[in-house]
């Protein structure tokens, strides 16, 4: 078929166009990290590791990344448990309103969240609540755990029921079926749901903006010194390195869900994962 | 058989919502039987083997189980275990994890486990299979797994969910042999849900026929085949000629009833099934082995009727004739052995059809 079309493969040509869109200012991430220059602009002048040094001697910074790691892992731990509650449930059983209440899960997919967080702040100023790390975590709870949802619901809905009704029929009680068949084989998508939403729960800055007290998460801290000229090679550097660590965190996840795929017989790809 | 009930159903009934999936079910199940519940897709057979298992709640009724009421007593402490159609293999254990899965349980060592695990696997001729990964099993080597993982429980009732459906004809074929042989062996009663009557009757025996969430008639395969009750169960279990009858007079000996195609003929007491009232006959039914084509003048039967075939169909072994009777609007099919040196006879064909009066079934 090679020579039937004529002229440029404008499709190809759009493809292109959409992933340099997409990717060409995360590149210039690393590429201003190692730059040996305060202004980011080009021409680049040389290349230096102060920037690096510069962000390890940043004691508030330090405070950001652990304040945000702590939100994060609360959050997609609280987040992927009732997820998983909410997916068993969806799957398993029929009870009444049950698409009404599906639906108001979700919902938090889709709504502003700004709105969400205004309503928070608002709520837990009427609650007379202080503002902590906590309140983020309850913020972030609640828009991750749609995501937790979505991404388990399809690991709970390809489980046969049978196993779980054989392993009762062997004698095993309700807990121990879940021990011991049913989280073995949703474990794929559980870690599927830990990552994504320590992810969303990471980078999250709204919520965490409003409703964050004297302890800031790292997307807040970074707001907070875009406002310094000098102040942002070293945010390329530390950009450079959360790029990094999301790259080796998905690549990670899906090492992780091909193997569990693998010794299961499954086709890896079929077996709904996220890339 | 004089065995003791190991199964007893009293009055069971069940619905979801407005549905009535059983009314009323009573059945015995003896100890050490092959018992098969048959009947086609939506009669209420696999929600009666699931609530046996324990993995549904009757709406009414009973069910006793070595002598001892299963209300409320749930799925994992009843002495029954599942065969189930998909098989449900544990996919991320291995075959000895799978047969293993009920043994750790139970207080045993891990050599037991594996002592018990090994015989199992060596009843359904899989030895040596314990460290396969569940993927890497044919459908046939699931079945078998899903069988030792039930036997290894050592249940008093083993329930099989349509374990046959799922294999090709030929591998089917062979495991209803030798399910039934190692039923047999072991002495443990089976309770088989199937919609194929060709497998209920070869594997079991007993058969409960089901339409619509009642059992229509409990009985031996070679009673049910030969003496079916209603015209439902005629025409579910094999094929069944129907013709219309009427009953012209009763004596002693048997009831004489007039079948406009065929002829008139005393039926023996014997073959007229209890509860049926003579004056209500209104067809009777006849297999199509009972009926035989007259190929040769020399060849006579009990009673004849003209006919001429309007269709064949050859099998090789056999060949289905559907063939018109002299005189009438209806059809019978009739089956016949191939023999050396006689050809099959062709639409057209004028032939005389033999039959006899005992191979009649009667129905109101």
Redesign the interface.
Known sequence: MAGARRGPNWLLVYAVAYMVFLYAPVVLLPLFAFNDATIVAFPLSGFTTKWFTVLWETEALHGAVRNSLIVAVSSALIATMLGASAARAMARYRFPAKKGIVGFIMLPLVLPEIIVAVALLVMLMQLGLSLSLWTVVAGHVLICTPFAIAILSSAFQGLDQSLEEASLDLGESRWGTFRRVTLPLVMPGVVSSLLITFTISLDEFIIAFFLTGTDVTLPVYIWSQLRFPSKLPSIMALGAILLALSVLLLVLAEWFRRRAAARQGKDATAAGGLL | MTARPIIELRNLSKSFGAVQALRGIDATIREGEFFSLLGPSGCGKTTLLRMI???EAPSGGSIVIDGKPMDGI????RP???V???Y?I???LSVAGNVG??LK??KLSRAEIAAEVEAALEKVDLAGYGSR????LSGGQRQRVALA?ALV?RPKVVLLDEPLSALDKKLREQMQVELRALQQSLGITFILVTHDQEEALIMSDRIAVMFDGQIAQMASPEELYRTPRTRRVASFIGVMNFLPARMKGESPEGIEIDIPALGSARIPRDRVPEGLRPERIESIGIRPEMLTILFDEANSAEREAEGQVVANSYYGDMTYYDVRLAGQEAQVTISMRNTAGRSVARPGTTVRVGWGAESVVLFD
């Open positions: 298992a324990g993995f749930p799925a994992n402490h029954t275990n599942m189930f159609q998909s449900a544990f996919p991320h899965y009920g349980r139970k990964a569940a993927h890497e993982r429980m």
